[in-house]
Each structure stands twice: as structure tokens, then as C-alpha cells.
């Protein structure tokens, strides 16, 4: 399962948050630690979800949006970048992380 321990409690929220923003509840579970990603297509939606997230952040950021009590979301990213990707990569879903970036 996804790792958002110690300081990455943080990242984790964020991703919470435009879980609901972004109305992909399908996401929840998985990104709260609470379910595996079980196979492609779920590796390929949380993908697609970190991107369509990254997009949201910086439209968020760029309008003055104040998210968690942040405007500038850059290290979180990043954060949950290393952290989706890593686990995707770890599970032998790298392919699907790569398809989703490549169609970002």
C-alpha cells in the first residue's frame, strides 16, 4: 500500500483533498492507505489522478488558491510524485505510470 507515514502525512492530505476536488472517490481507499492497487486499471486511474492533480495544484497555485493552508503546493508534489510512483513501480505497475505521464 501506498506509504504517507512521518512527514508525508502532509502529502497524503493534499491528495485527499483533490481526491474530492477532482471526484475520484474510486481513489480513496488506495490513497489513504487502506487497499492495495489490485491491477492495471487502478494503477493507470491513480496515475492519471497524480497528473490531473499536479494540473490542479498549479491552477490552484496560479488563482491564488490557499489549499491546506498552503499557495504553493510544489514540494508535496513532488513528494507524492515519488511516493505514487515508487509504489507503482515497486508493484510492477511501472508501464502504467509511464502511459499516464507520456499523455500528460
Given amino acids: 500500500m501506498l ?3 512521518g512527514r508525508d502525512q502532509k502529502a497524503q492530505d493534499v491528495c485527499l483533498y483533490y481526491v474530492n476536488k477532482l471526484g475520484a472517490e474510486t481513489l480513496k481507499d488506495i490513497l489513504q492507505s487502506n487497499a492495495p492497487v489490485t491491477s492495471k486499471d487502478e494503477a493507470l486511474q491513480l ?3 497524480f497528473w490531473e492533480m499536479l494540473d490542479a495544484s ?3 497555485r496560479d488563482n491564488g488558491v490557499e489549499v491546506l493552508g ?3 503546493l510544489q ?3 513532488e513528494r507524492s510524485m515519488n511516493i505514487i510512483s ?3 513501480s515497486k508493484i ?3 508501464e502504467e505510470w509511464e502511459k499516464a505521464t507520456d499523455e500528460a
Fill in 3 to 5: 506509504n504517507f507515514s
Fill in 70 to 72: 498552503e499557495s504553493d
Fill in 47 to 49: 496515475s492519471k489522478f
Fill in 86 to 88: 515508487g509504489y507503482l
Fill in 92 to 94: 510492477g505497475y511501472e
Fill in 58 to 60: 498549479i491552477a490552484d
Fill in 75 to 77: 514540494f508535496w508534489m
